[in-house]
């Protein structure tokens, strides 16, 4: 009996590595689709900032133009007053200048401050271009690192898989059988250790009589209140 629950172990032993690392496993392609979405995301802005560059670069010239032709209609007023007719003239058009200086020092700082908004605006999309770039660099190296990791995890998975069919055939079919309806039932670990006299499995504290049968070695032995194989460590 001890010798068959040695081999018992050994296969609930592998099958815990097989566990893990079929965990692991469904866990890659998660990981690149979640730098696949980044990519996404930093695409989507990139995308989003375009036409907000492009309409604020329309609305800046057009008040750079609006800017120029009114510092035109000044100089042609200042080349009118020079000769001016009559005093008159002369204090209307002086009146129209100093209007239109306030009007073009207004305009001249509104463009100013629309340059400075644009300014601004190519420096958030060029960052975010560069954002853009890193996320694509970090999908493609990651996928590549993850997809080999995968590949990894296949082959040993393989491995590990022939090593429990082996120590399989050194359990009695009965006891491998009960293991197996135990391992479909509560896909997990179906057999565990005792420590400190209670299950590892379920926690509960185990019967003084249960803790006398493991250390007697010859049945196998459950836990009364989850039905998993026993085993004391050695
Ligand atoms: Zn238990």
Redo the contacts with the bound molecule.
Sequence with gaps: MSGHLKALRKVAELDSQILELNRKQKHIPELIQQKRDEVQQATEQLTDKEPKLRNLRVKTELQEKEFQAAEQTAIKLREQINRAKSNKEFQALQHEILSREADNTRLEDAVLAQMQKLDQQAQEREALGEKEKRARTELASEQTRLEAELKRAKAEIERLRQQRADAGKDVPPDIFDKYERLIARRGQTAM?AVVNGS?Q????TLRAETIAQLKKRTDLVT?H????ILYLEE
Excluded: D
């Design positions: 565990v299950c499995g379920c926690f509960m836990c209140s989850c039905g998993r």
